[in-house]
């Protein structure tokens, strides 16, 4: 480790990826790339949190069919989400039957599951890893705020929990951008202790890490065509562009946020998306497709970022304590053609 | 991998141990063991929750002062607990300011670190990882059952959350017993939904495991000197011996459960202790000094067990799905005077 950054040397390669989205979402960006776009958020369940699940899964095994690969052939499965216990992740697992490790990053998750993965493949301990999360607007009312039923108003600092899902498979053999490097990020809390306003609370973790991340590279910003943050929204966007820029680090020629593009903002979802399944849809459809496609987009910086409260520690009058952690994801047809040819 | 099993050919050392427990539990076999033992469970905190964080964080930074350390260099924290989203493994992560990656597999939480630390370690990513997992009754009867207050009666096949914490420090040099391999468990529900009943629910689960280890390694129980699982409690260590054995695997002569031995059983904890403080406390004391004295115990096959349920999961009927995940691990004279000498 060079300070908090890992170097993956077999640059185990992001060799496919799915998302899933509800209507809401798919009526933005997402709409054009997710793999399944949802016209019903339950799925046909009968409860949210049973769709939030059947959507995990479906990401999941839709990656591995898009891998070419069965569950059978899957070593490991690292996965997380918001839901207490993080029961969508697990319930997933038993359904895949693929030996399970649970991870947890709030809204981070997809960045930890990339990381975890890439270490896990690149070290030779699994030849493949499926990384998946996912979040659905109803259950993450329920659980962290109020019951939909309630009709409580939203304040204008709320986001939007994105109902989503994402997977992506890591392996050693098979095309795909490489993962090349991961930055494991520090518990920051800055002392916001606003539940509603969970941008301006992950924002220092997102600068925290991001500078980490530079500082250990020794790469600038503009090494990547982008640096994309999880769902900071729009205030929180701004706030990561301010804090580094204060360390004398420009990200915002190339700097955007998941939960900023995810929803055409400036409606009812006041700063734009949130949520684990934020990051993971959007990074596994629109953002995968511009690293594969023609788009020019080569090298990105995936920094999700994670609120790590809970009803009670909020409850027991606790500040936000929050965490990003980065993945360098880069394809470069050379290589590409170099090691797969 | 072989099969769900990971081999560790640089064998990473559990270079040092720490651990803290509870009054009730200090009447039992930990109270000779642990680095602490609390006179009263609130630990000096005002909430049961802050007890649980200040146990988990005073078990890591006793762990790291042992291992001659200071927080500053250690590379990478695991963590998770049973607290929603974690947060005694959050707070313990933003107290000690190292790069944390939250994990969850409930009581499973300790093997899981290690297995996950081993890895890091092991593959080059970090010289140094920190794993820890705790648990409080209090604080787990309050969100999983009922609040202590409301003197709810406790039914006969229920076990008892450990009040106490544990951490290891694992690092590719120094002392202490090596990990030399690792199984990543699956998801396995066989359909029982009493949330009283963790123990029969959760031994199928480490039956698939250890037969999975077994497998994967070539390796026969006799190879290890104990076979040690979580919390499966009386009941659940009298499954998992049958489980097995209907496979034509016998564990029965070196089988020992954390959870049956860490309270004097057949009083008011019924069929012993639970909880991811259970396993963690029990390891990282009294385990780990049989393992680096002169016990004769040279092998150790560590194997704690989690019930991945929610109370949300429960009230919509859902049965409890469930993992275990197994870390041999050994320690050989020999090779230590060599390795390390």
Same mark, same amino acid.
């Given at each position: 480790m060079t300070g908090q950054t890992i170097f993956f040397k077999n640059r185990p390669r992001l060799c496919a990826a799915a998302a899933i989205a509800g209507p809401k979402e798919c009526e933005g960006v997402l709409g054009g790339y997710v793999d399944c776009a949802l016209e019903d958020d339950m799925f046909g369940e009968k409860t949210f949190e049973r769709a939030e699940r059947k959507m995990l899964l479906w990401a999941a095994s839709r990656c591995i069919e898009k891998a070419g690969l069965t569950a059978g052939g899957v070593d490991v499965f690292l996965s997380g989400d918001l839901l207490n216990q993080i029961i969508s992740a697990s319930f997933s697992a038993r359904g895949l039957g693929i030996p399970f490790l649970g991870i947890y990053g709030a809204c981070s998750t997809m960045s930890e599951g990339y990381l975890l993965g890439g270490a896990l493949v690149d070290g030779g301990y699994a030849e493949t890893a499926l990384a998946a999360t996912g979040s659905h607007f109803a259950s993450a009312e329920r659980q962290y705020r109020f019951p939909l039923?309630?009709? =409580? !108003?939203?304040?204008?600092?709320?986001?939007? !929990?994105?109902?989503?899902?994402?997977?992506?498979?890591?392996?050693?053999?098979?095309?795909?951008? &490489?993962?090349?490097? &991961?930055?494991?990020?520090?518990?920051?809390?800055?002392?916001?202790?606003?539940?509603?306003?969970?941008?301006?609370?992950?924002?220092?973790? &997102?600068?925290? $890490? @991001?500078?980490?991340?530079?500082?250990? $590279?020794?790469?600038?910003?503009?090494?990547?065509?982008?640096?994309?943050?999880?769902? *900071?929204?729009? *205030?929180?966007?701004? /706030?990561?562009?301010?804090?580094?820029?204060?360390?004398? =680090?420009?990200?915002?020629?190339?700097?955007?946020?998941?939960?900023?593009?995810?929803?055409?903002?400036?409606?009812?979802?006041?700063?734009?998306?949130?949520? &684990?399944?934020?990051?993971?849809?959007?990074?596994?459809?629109? /953002?995968?497709?511009? *690293?594969?496609?023609?788009?020019?987009?080569?090298?990105? @910086?995936?920094?999700? =970022?994670?609120? *790590? @409260?809970? $009803?009670?520690?909020?409850?027991?009058?606790?500040?936000?304590?929050? /965490?990003?952690?980065?993945?360098?994801?880069?394809? =470069?047809?050379?290589?590409?053609?170099?090691?797969?040819?």
């Open positions: 039923e309630q009709g =409580t !108003t939203r304040p204008p600092q709320a986001q939007w !929990t994105v109902t989503g899902a994402g997977a992506a498979l890591i392996s050693r053999k098979g095309a795909g951008p &490489a993962l090349t490097a &991961a930055t494991v990020g520090k518990v920051v809390d800055f002392g916001v202790s606003d539940v509603n306003n969970m941008g301006a609370a992950m924002a220092p973790a &997102a600068a925290d $890490t @991001l500078l980490a991340h530079f500082r250990d $590279t020794g790469r600038d910003p503009s090494y990547y065509d982008l640096i994309v943050t999880g769902d *900071l929204g729009a *205030l929180g966007s701004r /706030i990561v562009k301010d804090l580094v820029w204060e360390k004398g =680090t420009d990200i915002s020629a190339n700097h955007v946020d998941c939960g900023e593009i995810v929803y055409d903002v400036v409606e009812e979802e006041f700063q734009g998306g949130s949520g &684990a399944g934020c990051s993971a849809a959007v990074m596994n459809s629109y /953002i995968y497709d511009k *690293l594969t496609g023609g788009s020019g987009i080569r090298r990105v @910086l995936f920094a999700a =970022t994670g609120a *790590l @409260l809970s $009803t009670v520690s909020s409850g027991q009058g606790e500040s936000i304590p929050c /965490i990003a952690h980065a993945v360098a994801i880069e394809n =470069t047809g050379a290589e590409k053609e170099e090691e797969d040819g």
